[in-house]
């Protein structure tokens, strides 16, 4: 399998040195007493807002200081070749930061923040898909300059490096059992294959027809683990996806192991009381779970889906939540797994539990501490871009190169990004109906 290459630039290592003005306006709170923000926006990418620390004039920001990610922008060959195009305003492409001090948000519709000044970072992007390079590393000036104050200065590290990754399409929607295609540039090469079917948690001698290969153990585990927690009424239960190489065998499965029921006096499935799937890898002649998604249907005005998703080590050890977010239930979005922290993306990493250090910050930094398997590389692990209910829904899989040793690494994510998927489905409202893909004749039928 041949990567597509991608791009990371990242912004870290945020500071702000404010000179103590000789005499001091009485109506001005110092930005060491309030926090500063900044505004962070590249052309044709989404703003993205994160706080500064601020900085003693007296110190020197240390030399050795690990990278503290800010916002982090992930960029295609098309992205990049759109950046690149000339316009009759900028010769090259720039990143823009408005650095403001004072709180986020507005109060009665006016922002609270003051803009204190703007830096513009130049970005050559040529050959940055093979290496990295620094565009700004150090102090800048911002805001004006008077004859008594000198002017304010900002820190800021920005920088891009090669990410290549693997993109996967699928070429139907899940619960239609389609292929799955890799994607590179225009070329588009089947290698896995589908398979949708039930599984009836509460029948101990039936298994999944897609996970006909596993041994009885796994599927009385399985059905175990499923049972605890049946609800009477209107419930989603037993799917299950299993995805194939081209020789058949399998590779990947997700089997939906806790029904999606509704919530008592609603329509709606509660974070309270979510459904889940287990992501299962072959191994030793049976399913091992790999990892878990939770899902639910948000209140209030968002409606969206609320996912949850953590790693399983292995069945000894405390999972680790890897992303928890919300997607849009009407116009889909992007799952997203990123360590990189601070990311902007949908995904944040939270561990349950962690080796590091008592005085480590609970972030990703943790997963440098020997959190199988990601306790080498950081960074962008994988997105699936799914669409809202209703679309026809064809997941476009992204997965990092770093994460991805083998066949299995690969379709263990495909698994995934077809578990949220269908999760979108199994999330609707009760009075909705499904497609008759996603009904068999122990569930809701189409009238």
Sequence with gaps: MDPCPFVRLTVGNLALKIPVASKPARSVVHPSLSP???????????????????FPPENQFPDNQLQTLAATFHLSKADIDKLAQKSIFS?????????????????????????LGKVSVPLDLAGTESKACVFHNGWISVG??????????????????????????????????PQVFQIRGNIRQPVFTCKFSFRNPGDRNQGSRSLRSEPSSSRRWLSSFGSERERLGKERKGWSITVHDLSGSPVAAASMVTPFVASPGSGRVSR??????????PGGGTW?????????????????LGYRFELIPDMSAAAIVLAESTLSSSKGGK????????????????????????????????????LWPFA??????????????GKCSKPRVEVSVQHVNCTEDAAAYVALAAAVDLSIDACRLFSQRLRKELCNHHQELLG
């Excluded at 505004?39 to 620390?53: C, D, S, W, Y």
């Design 376 to 389: 080498v590389h950081q960074g962008f692990v994988m997105s699936a871009g799914v669409e809202g209910e």
């Design 335 to 370: 799952f997203v797994i990123d360590l990189g922290g601070g990311s902007g993306s949908n995904g944040r990493v939270t561990p349950k539990s962690s080796t590091s250090p008592a005085c480590s910050p609970r972030s990703s930094g943790d997963f440098r501490y020997g």
């Design 91 to 115: 010769a090259k492409p720039c990143l823009k930061i408005a650095v403001y001090t004072g709180r986020r948000g507005s109060t009665c519709g006016v922002n609270s923040g003051c803009l």
């Design 272 to 281: 309270s009381n979510p459904g889940s799937w287990l992501i299962l890898r």
């Design 288 to 304: 091992k779970p790999w990892g878990r998604l939770e899902a639910w249907r948000e209140r209030g005005s968002s409606d969206g």
């Design 36 to 54: 500063c923000f900044c505004k962070i926006k590249l052309k044709n990418f989404p703003l993205q807002t994160t706080v500064v620390p601020y």
């Design 144 to 177: 004006k300059e008077t004859k008594k104050d000198s002017s304010a200065r900002f820190h800021l590290n920005v920088k891009a490096e090669p990410d290549p990754r693997f993109v996967f399409q699928f070429d139907g929607e899940p619960e239609c059992s």
